[in-house]
């Protein structure tokens, strides 16, 4: 099995990085967090296992989602940075187990989890079939898999697709979510061994924001993270001009308050 870790990733991602990443990077949506729930196939009380956990967004949202209100036994939260694992631990409560590992080394039991959960990590994956393989593992009879992405939506508004074309230009080849390189995994072996068709759902909404939150924002991709900081300089500098250029759907004017459109996307993979 492989169990490396992109060398973007773990340097984009790695010490010192997390608390920026946890302040900056948006929750998911309640419908998002709804469909989850309604897509289960076993009972409550859950255990979850979450791969690439980060900083815990991912894992205090599901927390604290109405639709998993004492519904939760347990959650597993597998994170390789030392980093971002700290501020994970730091940021949940007792429920949660902050582990090291990988997409292919777990830790977990087998046929523990009630549903494997990938949210904004799985396009970091090396190894799709000896991942798929250790997800079918860990998964109870009748569990679930699901992968979960945010991102900002270009076609939404004309200074999201000027503020991505500035940013992706720094992705030097590595296999970022918007590639759709990650599809690979339903044509793998063992995707097709152990679960049935995948199912994909998409929802679309903005968040309210400020022009330093953008800029914030774009320094917690991974690839710019880890830009000389002559060159961060250079990236604040390019979205400032582009918010200071671009029309932009107010909130409140005043405050300096707009839309930032998004999207998540939501794989379903029920193990056979």
Sequence with gaps: ???????????????GKGELYDKARPSYPAEALAAIRDNL???????ILELGAGTGIFTRALLASPSFKDAISAVHAVEPSDGFRAVLAETTPPVVVARAGTFADTGAPDAWADAVIVAQAWHWCPDHDAAVTEIARTLK????AFFIW???D???ASWVARLRDTIEVHEKGTPQYRLGLWRATFGTKSYVNFFEKEEELVWSYALPTTAEAVVTRAHTKSYIAMLPEDEKTKVSENVRKILADEPKTWINEAEGVFEYPYKTTLIVMRKK
């Design 1 to 15: 099995m492989s169990n490396t870790v992109h060398s973007v990733a773990a340097n984009g991602f790695g010490a």
């Design 41 to 47: 196939r076993t009972s409550a009380p859950y255990n």
């Design 141 to 144: 009879p009748g569990g679930v």
């Design 150 to 152: 945010n991102l900002e």
């Design 154 to 156: 270009r076609d939404a």
